[in-house]
Structures are given as C-alpha cells and as structure tokens.
C-alpha cells in the first residue's frame, strides 16, 4: 500500500511538473533567439556568401548550435521523467520514452558535431558557414519533428512543435541550397531563429492552455 501511494504520487508530480519545466524552457529559448537574432541584425547582417565571418559573426555562429545542444541535453532531462506517469500502457511508454530519448541523444549529438564543423568554417567563408547551418537546420528539424509526434500522448501540446520542425526542415534545405548564392547572407539565419522563437513562444501559450484546463 505505501509503495502504490508514493508511485501515485509520483506520477502526479510528473504530470503537472514536466510541462511547466518545458515551458520554462522554451521562454529561455525564446529569449536567446531574439538576443541572437539582434545581435546578428546589428552586427553581420551585411556580410554575404564570399566575406569572411568576422569575430562577432563566428561567435554567433558557434554559439548557436552549442547553445541548442545544451538546450536539449536540460529538455530531455525534464522530458526523461515522463517514463511511467501511466498515460499510456507500461509496455508501450517504456518503448515511447526510450525510442524518445535515444532520438533527442542524436540531437544533441548533432548539435555539438555542428559546433565543432561551424568552428571549422568560420575560418572559411560565410557560405561554408551557410552550408554547415543549413545542413544541421534540415536534420535537427527532423529530429525535432519526431520527438514532437511522439511526445505528444504523455506532453500533448505538440503541435507548435510539429510546425516548426517541419519548417526547420524545409528551412534548412533552402539555406544549405542556397549558400554558394552571391546574396546569401547571415540576414537569411536570423530569420530562421526568429521563426523559430516565434513556435517556442506559441508552444509556450499552448502547453500553459493544456496545463489550465487540465487535459
């Protein structure tokens, strides 16, 4: 009896809990974005395809990804406690948890391994640069589309997340395709990242909707 009182408990806590440590979350995603964004708005906006990265530019540009690999290293932390809250059967949220975790580990694999391939063409030009963004843009969306789909039955609110992915997706092919290009320019990432904290900010108003009505 006092072992199903402290697992009910628990699942409580996870419950009511993990939602609003992900909307914390992403309002502090939404704020690096927009910070980021200035910052590249002000700074580099002006630099194209063929000009080399100056120092700000290759700061910002390494940052970013590192800074999304730590963002979703603390997301899958508060995400990882979803195991047995029993929205689902225990079979199936077990799998669900696990297929999870191992696909948001390849996110932050590709976050870091980006870091490094951006430190790397920031000693090139802003089209190399481009190219390794645009790339890293495609596959992390598509990570993030998969997390989204299936953290939809223990999270819900998803759906923000599902736009954005596949938009990340569509996103980075056009910037990867479009790196070589005379007029292409960190102008065309800032917009990305503003897009982006605009479906955190949505994902925020939707999980605090779900969290209030209690569904």
């Known amino acids: 009896m006092t072992r199903t009182a402290i697992t009910s408990t628990t699942t409580t806590t996870t419950i009511t809990t993990t939602p609003s440590g992900l909307r914390s979350l992403y309002?502090?995603?939404?704020?690096?974005?927009?910070i980021w964004v200035a910052l590249v708005l002000t700074t580099s906006a002006s630099l194209?395809?063929?000009?080399?990265?100056?120092?700000i530019a290759a700061v910002l540009l390494v940052v970013y990804p590192l800074w999304d690999a730590i963002a979703t290293l603390l997301e899958r932390r508060m995400a990882g406690t979803d195991t047995g809250t029993g929205t689902d059967t225990g079979t199936d949220t077990?799998?669900?948890?696990?297929?999870?975790n191992r696909v948001t580990v390849v996110n932050i694999a590709l976050g870091l391994a980006t870091t490094i391939g951006m430190i790397i063409a920031v000693f090139s030009t802003?089209?190399?640069?481009?190219?390794?963004?645009?790339?890293?843009?495609?596959?992390?969306?598509a990570v993030q589309l998969v997390v989204a789909i299936r953290r939809r039955r223990t999270v819900g609110a998803q759906w923000p997340m599902i736009i954005s992915g596949g938009q990340s997706v569509l996103a980075g092919a056009v910037i990867a395709g479009m790196s070589a290009s005379a007029t292409s320019?960190?102008?065309?990432?800032?917009?990305y990242s503003a897009f982006?904290?605009?479906?955190?900010?949505?994902?925020?108003i939707a999980l605090d909707k779900r969290g209030r009505s209690g569904h």
């Open 48 to 55: 194209v395809s063929r000009d080399e990265p100056t120092v």
């Open 94 to 100: 077990g799998t669900d948890t696990g297929s999870t």
């Open 126 to 141: 802003i089209g190399t640069a481009l190219l390794v963004f645009g790339i890293w843009a495609l596959l992390s969306g």
């Open 185 to 191: 320019g960190l102008s065309t990432v800032a917009g």
């Open 27 to 34: 309002l502090l995603r939404v704020v690096f974005s927009l």
């Open 196 to 204: 982006g904290a605009f479906w955190f900010l949505v994902s925020v």
